[in-house]
């Protein structure tokens, strides 16, 4: 989306072999084909701001899966934040937990993009009230990975973790909270 913000790739016509769209950070054969990242690639862009100043974004899309841990490494060490990708219906699973505990140890940012909302209506055709939940609990799955790994101490009030992942939780503990649901 970021890129056809700021290229005209409908009038450049890109597309793979197949005639899908290309991923523009997928630039090898057997990432084109099974549709994953296996290497970490930069990507920078050049994004418009609200008040029309321009802003460079260097960009990595590192593979999510455990076994390519040490692109995710190798990422972290050249950022300054982390767009943190959670599927709504997998949850917070091995890679995830393991890039969340670099994240921490880093001392990076972290900035939550919960995905595949569309899933839980139409795969699981759930009322809003049980989707709104099942977002929650899995900001709260996040949350709870980030307190492990030391970027919150709600023991004593102190840091940035709140006891139950809510705002209101963390005003009342004199701190704020990790990640919130904003809906």
Known sequence: ???EQTHDVAALG???????????TDTRVDEQARGISIKAMPMSLVLE?????????NLIDCPGHVNFNDEVTAAMRLADGVLLV???????GAATER???QAVQ???AITLLVSKLDRLIIELKLPPADAYHK????????????????GGNTANGTGNGAANGTAAAAAAAGSTPLLDPVL
């Open 86 to 92: 959670v599927d709504v219906l997998e949850g917070v």
């Open 135 to 150: 977002i929650a609990f899995t900001i709260e799955e996040v949350n709870a990975v980030i307190r492990t790994a030391g």
């Open 106 to 108: 880093e001392g990076l």
């Open 1 to 3: 989306m970021l890129v």
């Open 49 to 57: 701001g609200g008040t029309g100043k321009s802003y460079l974004a």
């Open 99 to 101: 890039a969340i505990q």
């Open 14 to 24: 890109i597309r793979n072999a197949q005639g899908k769209p290309l991923r523009f």
